[in-house]
């Protein structure tokens, strides 16, 4: 992590390709805060996050992500996050935000604070999507940007065969049809570009 060695000189950073690399040196070591990314190869992210939190619930996990707020922001903080932050932000909010959740804190942009002040006002009418798990909704999000069955098996590591099966929940769930509907939800929902 080029961004945070500087600002933190006696700072022990290690990094993890996969997620079972970054679980590994989670287990091995001590730290005092994990930045995780949920798109790392091998497990669902917010997977390993609740992982995390349920084997160490005092140990703060910071998801850096390539993902939108939108997206993303609320499940992580549900899932024990103590922060949420993308990859676009400039580096001295990453800074900021790890400062933050070291010190016992959460961080949070104001859009991502605005989105969860929404979804807890108007909780009663709570959209399709967030009836979805969270691998459910992974797989959601990538029919809704157009990635056939195959494509998302590959990138998931999964069966197409365990792909298919979870898209025929998530239509159970959504009461909705065909792809195509899924596709209109997704871009009217501002969740897929």
């Known amino acids: 992590m ?14 993890a390709a996969t997620a079972a690399e970054a679980l590994n040196a989670i287990w091995s070591e001590s730290w005092s805060l994990v ?8 497990r669902n992210g917010l997977e390993v996050l609740k992982e995390i939190k349920t084997a160490r619930p005092k140990l703060p996990v910071l998801v850096l992500s390539t993902y939108p707020e939108s997206q993303f922001a609320t499940r992580a903080l549900r899932a024990g ?3 949420y932050v993308t990859k676009e932000a400039p580096p ?3 800074v900021r935000a790890v400062r933050q959740t070291m010190t016992g804190g959460k961080f949070i ?14 909780d009663s009418s709570k959209p399709l999507h967030e009836l979805l798990s969270d691998r459910e909704y992974d797989v959601f999000l990538r029919i809704g940007s157009g ?5 998302i098996a590959a990138a998931l590591n999964l069966s197409v065969k365990t792909i298919s099966t979870y898209r025929t929940r998530i239509l159970e769930k959504t009461g909705m049809k065909n792809n195509a509907e899924l596709a209109q939800y997704a871009i009217r929902n501002k969740l897929v570009g």
């Not at 930045?35 to 091998?42: E, K, R, T």
Request: charged content about 15%; aromatic content about 4%; hydrophobic content about 50%.
């Open 2 to 15: 080029q961004v945070l060695g500087p600002e933190f000189p006696d700072g022990i950073v290690g990094e």
């Open 81 to 83: 996050a103590a922060g």
């Open 147 to 151: 990635q056939g069955v195959a494509e």
């Open 35 to 42: 930045v995780l990314d949920i798109s790392l190869p091998g």
């Open 92 to 94: 001295e909010v990453l």
């Open 109 to 122: 942009s104001p859009a991502a604070a605005e989105q969860l002040a929404s979804e807890i006002m108007f």
